[in-house]
């Protein structure tokens, strides 16, 4: 075939553009591949980033990238919705232990497709025929946790059950050995064969390394379940209300808001208007015509454990100058969600301004979760805005390693001064001879003025009125010539007035440790106490704290 030179051109050119396009499209498909290290699989995209991770376990982890191609969150995935049966033995990857217990015939765990929630499956449990006390289990792989942190387990559950059976949802946490360390379980009956959302959610003990998920039916002859959308999470109180996945203009985990009274126009919702942090505040507004309306905003429930301590804290912007009051309430719930502890504090006459609330709390013995609660009313039009509002379990710190500011000050220890005229007094991390860990807390009183004494305060730790505790310490201090050094705890009521204090002096230490200790009963209305530490008396005074602990006797 003859071409004219003018079309060889035009032909080479438009081949040598195939070969370059077909080699791209060749490196780029080449490029979505999988690679194995250390038992676990790693699969790319067409790009080369990772896709997911299956670890040994059998969890997979699911990298999630912007349209910029910026990595912004990894989902940890237990395989929840069932669609993952890489051998095709009919049970899903990552759930595929099953027994029943009992003499039942025929018993049955495996993917069914009828009525899934979600993709294709089910995971179907029958617990079998001829023997009602037989169970049917199903059991995860271990998921890693964090010891003290908050978990919630949720799956759809779909079982009739009204002849004496149950079925059962269980967490069962394993310390780094296997060795059980927690457990907690929720059973249901009379389902009508209908899906149920149910969830559970729990702290993981301190020593737990990890959880299996097992669920459970029996009871009766022929008990059925079905499984769906099992989902397993840490729990993130969305305190800065940035997250509002189903478009509704409320935060997630904030959604449960309602008016009491009859004022017109109430609201409660995101705004943008001056947030302390991120984008959003949460704004309530009780309406116009009835100064009697208060507006509410209600947490999910967030697990906790009896005798505990924790600490709701929340920026809180309000006027409120004609009778109104903004509340912060929290609602104890035992296992069966009913309710066992209270506790509220008001404010007012805020000058639209933020404030930095907190709220101190001990768990009850039977309590198993809280639900933390905002109100604004009591007069006309009266607003709210809530923002960064955070929970956490109270940790003294009491070997005072941790300085997340890095001032050289412990956390939850930071408060000091000395009084008196001495120079260079001080207070401060140093990492002489600690007991525990690399740090001790340094007090020297300073130079020059004998009488000067140098002080250290504790934040505020929750009490139970005429409940009985223990302060215990390590102090280091030799204090030979009139010095001493102190340990005082000072009880005080829900408005922070002093209602009880207790001390302790020592001396002549000889530059050694000494474990002292101090237990005292809370006052009937104590809500909490303040450990004070302090050393003077003579000039040059130094004492060193280690290891100082806070208990419920």
Known sequence: MYLSRRKKRLYLFCLGLYLVLFHCMFVTTAAASESQAGGYNYVYDNLGRIKYIKFPSGLFEEYIYDKNGNLISKNMSINGSFEK?????????????????????EPFAGLAPYDPVDGANVYRLFNGKGDRESYQYVLSN????????????????KYTLQDGGTAGMHIIQLDANGKEVGYDAQSYNSGGWKW????????????????????????????????????????????????????????DFWEVNWRNGTSSGPFAGLAPYDPVDGANVYRLFNGKGDPESYQYVLSNAIPVVGGKSYEVRAMMKYTLQSGGTAGMHIIQLDANGKEVGYDAQSYNNGGWKWHNHSQVFV????????????????????????????????????????????????????????????????AGLVPYDPVDGVNVYRLFNGKGDPESYQYVLSNATPVVGGKSYEVRAMMKYTLQGGGTAGMHIIQLDANGKE???????????????????????????????????????????????????????
């Open 85 to 105: 049966d890489e051998n095709g033995n009919n049970l899903p990857d990552f759930w595929e232990v099953n027994w029943r217990n009992g003499t039942s015939s």
């Open 142 to 157: 271990a998921i890693p946790v964090v010891g003290g942190k908050s978990y919630e387990v949720r799956a759809m559950m």
């Open 196 to 251: 149920h959302n149910h969830s559970q959610v729990f702290v993981a003990e301190p020593s737990a390394k990890s959880v299996l998920i097992r669920f459970a039916v029996g009871g009766e002859d022929s008990a059925y379940m079905d499984l769906d959308t099992v989902s397993f999470k840490e729990i993130n109180i969305n305190g800065s209300f940035e997250k509002d996945e189903n478009g509704n203009n409320l935060p």
């Open 363 to 426: 768990a009850k013995p039977d309590a198993k979760s809280v639900l933390i609660r905002f109100a604004v009313g009591g007069e006309d039009s009266a607003y709210m805005d809530l923002d960064t509002v955070s929970f956490k379990e109270i940790n003294i710190n009491g070997s005072f390693e941790k300085d997340e500011n890095g001032n050289n000050l412990p956390d939850f220890w930071e408060v000091n001064w000395r009084n008196g005229t001495s120079s260079e007094p001080f």
């Open 499 to 553: 209602v009880g204090y207790d001390a302790q002096s020592y001396n002549n230490g000889g530059w050694k440790w000494h474990n002292h200790s101090q237990v005292f009963v809370a006052k009937p209305n104590a809500k909490s106490v303040l450990i004070r530490f302090a050393v003077g008396g003579e000039d040059s005074a130094y004492m060193d704290l280690d290891t100082v602990s806070f208990k419920e006797i």
